[in-house]
């Protein structure tokens, strides 16, 4: 079964939120996907050039649908 990832979900992971990392370590047997407009509210929202290379290393994580 494949799971989409909420932004929300996202973001949290992003910020280092425990509760949000332990959930998805958690889960790491899971297959996630990210939805492509989740993924570009992120990517929006970079304010520079490392945020960007953060982010798109992230999602590279995921399979974006």
Known sequence: MIALLDTDVLIDCLRGTPAARSWLSSNAAQSFQVP???????LMGCNNQADLERIQQ??????IT
């Not at 492509?36 to 992120?42: F, Y």
């Not at 992230?58 to 399979?63: A, G, K, P, W, Y």
């Open 36 to 42: 492509g407009i989740a993924a570009m509210e992120l």
């Open 58 to 63: 992230f999602l590279s994580t995921f399979s």
